[in-house]
T-cell receptor
Framework: EPEVTQTPSHQVTQMGQEVILRCVPISNHLYFYWYRQILGQKVEFLVSFYNNEISEKSEIFDDQFSVERPDGSNFTLKIRSTKLEDSAMYFC?????????????FGQGTRLTVV | RKEVEQDPGPFNVPEGATVAFNCTYSNSASQSFFWYRQDCRKEPKLLMSVYSSGNEDGRFTAQLNRASQYISLLIRDSKLSDSATYLCAVTPGDYKLSFGAGTTVTVRA
């Protein structure tokens, strides 16, 4: 069964460092997303990406964040200068698009710990 | 008003019981609706889409009430393995899912 895969599963980084979280979406999906979940809180939308550009982003997704699809399979989230409050679980998701939103499938997540 | 609101629970039910809970959404233009299940510290997993006419998948039944802007999930004959957090998700636009904070269900033996 096709699935979204994310690497690494856990990353520890020093405050102020740059991190890149990686995702391989399901191969025939066209829409890609990043979400985050701070421990004990809800799943929050960060950004959606379609046709090599951002479709929508939340107010959380400020200038410190960027996304890229560097090749035909990977989708990355970069945080330029991490803060303590960036510690969270980051989920990548992908979906088909058939004229309207269809189901999104999530990867297993990357737990980011900023120290 | 929050985009998506859920009763956090917890709902503690015995095995075999029926449990039901709702989720309300604020954007009347929302088009697609889903229930996801999330186990502790894991990714959300799609449980079912919610259609206008209501739909059933085994022991799970989902309903949509557009007039009152809520969706519901009913679990019949609860199993221990149904213990999880159930996330309501709606699409206020075309390009994202907005999640509720989740409803925790604990099924006891």
């Amino acid at each position: 069964e096709p699935e979204v895969t994310q690497t690494p599963s856990h990353q520890v980084t020093q405050m102020g460092q740059e991190v890149i979280l990686r995702c391989v979406p399901i191969s025939n999906h066209l829409y890609f997303y990043w979400y985050r979940q701070i421990l004990g809180q809800k799943v929050e939308f960060l950004v959606s990406f379609y046709n090599n550009e951002i479709s929508e982003k939340s107010e959380i997704f400020d200038d410190q964040f960027s996304v890229e699809r560097p090749d035909g399979s990977n989708f990355t989230l970069k945080i330029r200068s991490t803060k303590l409050e960036d510690s969270a679980m980051y989920f990548c998701a992908s979906s088909e698009y058939q004229g309207s939103f269809t189901e999104a499938f999530f990867g297993q997540g990357t737990r980011l710990t900023v120290v | 008003r929050k985009e998506v609101e859920q009763d956090p629970g917890p709902f503690n039910v015995p095995e075999g019981a029926t449990v039901a809970f709702n989720c309300t959404y604020s954007n009347s233009a929302s088009q697609s609706f889903f229930w996801y299940r999330q186990d502790c510290r894991k990714e959300p997993k799609l449980l079912m889409s919610v259609y206008s006419s209501g739909n059933e998948d085994g022991r799970f039944t989902a309903q949509l009430n557009r007039a009152s802007q809520y969706i519901s999930l009913l679990i019949r004959d609860s199993k221990l393995s149904d213990s999880a957090t159930y996330l309501c998700a709606v699409t206020p636009g075309d390009y994202k899912l907005s999640f509720g904070a989740g409803t925790t269900v604990t099924v006891r033996a």
